[in-house]
């Protein structure tokens, strides 16, 4: 079942002319995979967004949903932390507004209503098709370690649990995972499961040809994972 839902997403994007899938596609995607991915829907309306952020529960976040976007929040797209009715309607209006000033060619086709998700420890999960070696899975500590240190591990896939241990303690960082400073430590067994579950995406899905999870908040031990952003590109 969960095939026949990634294999219509896939198709629907490509019959649409898209190799970026949008952002609650990328999250139905990953949900077939049992992936923790936000509770998250597609708001046409401010009507539709109030409706949507009551049954979710607040705060919630608003994001533009358009292919024509790479980064939403550079084009005002992105409202964080809305707290009740009013605020999801303003959110939804003002987004809407800045983006017809700031990128008045863009293709809107909704407005994410999404969980807000609770800060964690970031890291960062993804996946890239190389011509020769097929999929490479990625892992590192997110912010700085990822953008200035460059600390990150590869792995072709497919993955054993054994290559997926090895590859998150052969980042420099892989200490804070252990608890550093009065953090307690996280969650490693939900973080090994994400990334065998990219792992298994990517190879059951030859289309797929990006995948970036990013940020995904890791929790204290017993607490899990959640993603909290997620890009999907087809090749």
Known sequence: MSMDIVSSIVSNAKRDGRLKLLEHEAYEVLRAYDLPVPKASLAKDPDEAVDFAERVGYPVVLKVVSPDISHKSDVGG????????????????????????LAPKARIYGILVQEMVPNGLEVIVGSTRDPSFGPLILFGLG????????????????????????????????????????????????????????????????????????????????KGAKIADARIILG
């Open 143 to 222: 912010g700085i370690f990822v953008e200035v240190l460059r600390d990150v591990s590869f792995r072709i896939a497919p993955l054993t649990y054994y290559d997926v241990e090895s590859m998150i303690n052969e980042i420099k960082a892989a200490k804070i995972l252990e608890g550093y400073r009065g953090q307690a430590p996280r969650d490693k067994k939900a973080l090994i499961e994400i990334i065998m579950k990219v792992s298994k995406l990517v190879e059951d899905v030859a289309e797929i040809k990006d995948v970036d999870l990013n940020p995904i908040m890791l929790y204290e031990i017993g």
């Open 78 to 101: 992105v409202m964080l932390n809305l707290r009740g009715s009013n605020e999801v309607r303003k959110a939804f209006n003002d987004i809407q507004r800045n983006v017809s000033r």
